[in-house]
């Protein structure tokens, strides 16, 4: 048996999902024919409250599509300093949109309105020009922390204060909504523009949506094009995106319980530091210095269980639809068993 906790990008199509795919209507996206293309993204926008969505095959794309729409070259983007779009995206910000980061710290990957608000150049011919602000939720590198909503809507009010753009990298937005019980209207409100992965906690093969105004999407699906992102017979795919969004958000909460499950073990061990119990789907925690991550994640690869050592002093675990409770028995009983 092999347990992958390296990513929720591991997953395999359930059954019912591959039924959905085999038997989706298809047509041609790029002429904007694919009917279920077309369904899933009427659906987001409408779950949302936004006037329009387009389907990408990543989480990348949908988030520098964005980007490259709501910049200039020469302007900057503020964001978290461990944001993906920012230290996981190949330095695509730099590339596609030619403009440059403003990159804050944060405190669990996350970042508040008084420190947007001191970030934002003034209008000065020496200074980038600020155009977009852009947030993640949850934050991969936070370990899969949650915006509170009302920092989410102070940070807002200074984008519209400002008049810069409001960006979300959702990637693991769904597992965030779960979590804390708000509701995807309320983004739809405050946001220019979300993107939302479906290949993560959803468990699709591949695929994202980025939504916005019907204007902003329409510039957005000329830039899909430039990137390469026009799919012919795409509704395939979409298929498993609409399955997923009937079958597969409210059992997020299972994965955030396993999640807290392996946390406890781990906090059991003497060599594992103190560390922030999770909120979500992703454990991050950190070792004391004599012990090297790749010596833990070693002994675990022998023993079946996959995850990631993301720094000389951390492992990264991630739970997801393919992780079942039993195995969370099993993985906590060889974390209990360890001694290094």
């Not at 904007?32 to 989480?59: H, I």
């Not at 230290?87 to 403009?99: C, D, F, P, Q, V």
């Not at 990137?227 to 994965?255: K, N, P, S, V």
């Amino acid at each position: 048996m092999t347990i992958d906790l390296r990513s929720d990008t591991f997953t395999q199509p359930t059954p019912g999902m591959l039924k959905a795919m085999m038997n989706a209507p298809t047509g041609d996206d790029v002429f904007g024919e694919d009917p279920t293309v077309n369904e899933l993204e009427r659906c987001m926008a409408t779950l949302f409250g936004m006037e329009a969505a387009l389907y990408c095959p990543t989480g990348t794309m949908s988030n520098q599509v964005a980007i490259k729409v709501h910049t200039q070259p020469g302007d900057e983007v503020i964001c978290e300093q461990n944001a993906h779009i920012y230290i996981y995206e190949g330095g695509g910000i730099a590339l596609n949109s030619g403009a440059q980061v403003r990159a804050l710290p944060g405190k669990n990957g996350l970042i508040s309105a008084d420190a947007v608000e001191a970030a934002i150049n003034p209008d000065d011919v020496h200074k980038a020009r600020t155009s977009l602000v852009a947030l993640e939720n949850t934050s991969n590198r936070g370990g899969g922390s949650c915006y509170e909503w009302d920092t989410i809507e102070a940070i807002s009010k200074v984008c519209r204060l400002h008049g810069l753009s409001f960006h979300l990298d959702g990637a693991r937005l769904f597992n965030a909504l779960v979590k804390t019980g708000q509701t995807p209207e309320l983004y739809g409100k405050v946001f220019k523009s979300i993107s939302v992965c479906l290949n993560k906690g959803l468990g699709c093969p591949i695929g994202s949506v980025l939504l916005g105004d019907a204007a902003f999407i329409k510039k957005a699906r000329r830039i899909r094009k430039v990137f390469g992102g026009g799919m012919r017979q795409a509704g395939y795919m979409a298929a498993a995106g609409l399955y997923a969004l009937e079958h597969h958000i409210e059992r997020l909460a299972e994965d955030h319980v396993h999640a807290r499950r392996l946390a406890e073990a781990w906090k059991s061990k003497s060599f594992v530091k103190e560390f922030e119990m999770p909120e979500t789907n992703i454990l991050i925690f950190s070792l004391e210095d004599n012990l090297s991550p790749s010596k833990i994640v070693e002994i675990l690869y022998e023993k079946g269980i996959r995850c990631m050592a993301i720094s000389p002093t951390q492992i990264r675990m991630v739970t997801h639809l393919d992780v079942s409770a039993e195995m969370v028995d099993y993985c906590c009983g060889v974390i209990e068993g360890l001694s290094v």
